[in-house]
């Protein structure tokens, strides 16, 4: 098993009993644990002394690691992990590190570089199989007493961080909120004419390009997802809309359509905030009718059963809904359902005929007609005028 972690991690594992010790896997050509006995017996001491597994920083940022085989105070036994830089260092930096560990002759050759949460993750995993005690990241990095070191690098990054973006206008908590206000009222074009604004003094996230915009899209995109619900969009459809445009985010190539990919999803999410608004300012008995036919579309559905269900006389209900819905609910039956089948034309590969059968039309030529009258051309010249590329390209 450590000779396995030892080949995954590229990273030296010894074991030391009784003076004499066992190389699991050899990386580097000179190693502080075997050449240096005094340095070796330093740290084995420094292991007895604390009831955690030993992490050592050395002053040239290389990490070194003793584990008991016990658990007792006193061992015969012990294994070593490193060493292991935490950056890469150069042929000057590696000059040094080699001459004050007492190295006499040979190649000065690169050190395995990790970032220090995976030396600690490396470390509990070797301690869990030799004393088979789980570790957490936290009674590590304190038994160790690395919480005040992390803390001050974080504080000296920090600074400097902050002296970067000095350089850089940032955009205001103001113009912030007016993009999120207009998300929330439904205005569309405003919304995304504010994220563009917006976009001339975004933060600087990241250094390189692609992972700054990806990362401005997410927040975009989950700060409008947020505001969109507080405009009255249902949790569960702007949840589905926001991964819809993240995932579509991923497939981005460069900058510029991870910006088209967020402005979509900034105009989208406003626009369905807009009609559910409409909706809202209708009578609640056509907004009844109105979710009862998105939810039944693919079944039979009678205006009387409708109007019986609501308690209302049907040629009542006809009226209310055509006056305030600009069509009769027949009407908007028929275009439920197109809208429907040109989804399932775009992102599915079902047949056409199977499709007008799927969403309730009586006969692929009335689907036929019916699509036409309100897409304004026929289902197969809109499956080949519309159906996205990575679909496409998946059925070659």
């Given at each position: 098993m450590l000779e396995r972690l030892c080949c995954f991690s590229g990273v030296d594992i010894l074991c030391f009993c009784m003076?004499?010790?066992?190389?699991?896997?050899?990386?580097?050509?000179?190693?502080?644990?075997?050449?240096?006995?005094?340095?070796?017996?330093?740290?084995?001491?420094?292991?007895?002394?604390?009831?955690?597994?030993?992490?050592f920083l050395d002053s040239h940022d290389i990490v070194f690691a003793c584990i008991r085989q016990d658990v007792g105070m006193k061992s015969d036994a012990y294994v070593m992990v490193g060493p292991v830089a935490l950056k890469y260092k150069s042929r000057v930096e590696l000059h040094y590190y080699?001459?004050?560990?007492?190295?006499?002759?040979?190649?000065?050759?690169?050190?395995?570089?990790?970032?220090?949460?995976?030396?600690?993750?490396?470390?509990?995993?070797?301690?869990?199989?030799?004393?088979?005690?789980?570790?957490?990241?936290?009674?590590l990095i304190k038994g160790n007493h690395f919480d005040s070191y992390l803390e001050q690098i974080l504080e000296e990054e920090q600074k400097r961080f902050a002296i970067d973006q000095d350089c850089f206008a940032h955009h205001t908590y103001e113009e912030e909120r007016k993009l999120l206000n207009a998300v929330r009222e439904g205005r569309t074009e405003e919304a995304v004419k504010l994220s563009m604004v917006i976009d001339s003094s975004?933060?600087?996230?990241?250094k390189?390009?692609?992972?700054?915009?990806?990362?401005?899209?997410?927040?975009?995109?989950?700060?409008?997802?947020?505001?969109?619900?507080?405009?009255?969009?249902?949790p569960t459809e702007a949840y589905?809309?926001?991964?819809?445009?993240?995932?579509?985010?991923?497939?981005?190539k460069n900058a510029g359509e991870l910006v088209d990919c967020r402005n979509r999803a900034v105009y989208d999410l406003a626009q369905r905030v807009r009609k559910r608004r409409e909706i809202s300012a209708k009578s609640n008995y056509v907004e009844r009718c109105c979710d009862y036919i998105q939810k039944h579309y693919r079944e039979k559905i009678h205006p009387g059963d409708l109007a019986d269900s609501l308690e209302l006389n049907p040629s009542y209900l006809s009226r209310i809904f055509s006056k305030e819905m600009g069509m009769s609910m027949q009407e908007y039956i028929v275009k439920e359902r197109v809208r429907r089948a040109a989804n399932m034309l775009m992102y599915s590969d079902l047949e056409i005929a199977k499709i007008?059968?799927?969403?309730?039309?009586?006969?692929?030529?009335?689907?036929?007609?019916?699509?036409?009258?309100y897409m304004h051309m026929t289902p197969g010249k809109y499956r080949n005028l519309y159906k996205p590329k990575e679909f496409t390209d998946n059925n070659k």
């Open positions: 003076d004499k010790y066992f190389h699991y896997q050899e990386y580097v050509n000179f190693n502080p644990f075997k050449e240096n006995v005094e340095f070796r017996d330093s740290l084995m001491k420094a292991a007895d002394e604390q009831n955690v597994p030993l992490i080699y001459r004050d560990y007492g190295m006499k002759k040979g190649t000065e050759r690169p050190l395995p570089v990790l970032h220090f949460t995976k030396i600690i993750e490396l470390v509990a995993l070797v301690a869990g199989i030799l004393t088979e005690t789980h570790y957490t990241y936290d009674q975004v933060g600087h996230m990241s390189k390009v692609e992972l700054q915009w990806s990362k401005t899209a997410t927040v975009a995109i989950a700060l409008c997802t947020r505001a969109a619900i507080e405009g009255g969009l249902s589905q809309v926001s991964d819809f445009y993240e995932q579509k985010c991923d497939e981005c007008g059968d799927y969403v309730n039309f009586p006969s692929q030529s009335y689907f036929g007609k019916m699509f036409k009258k």
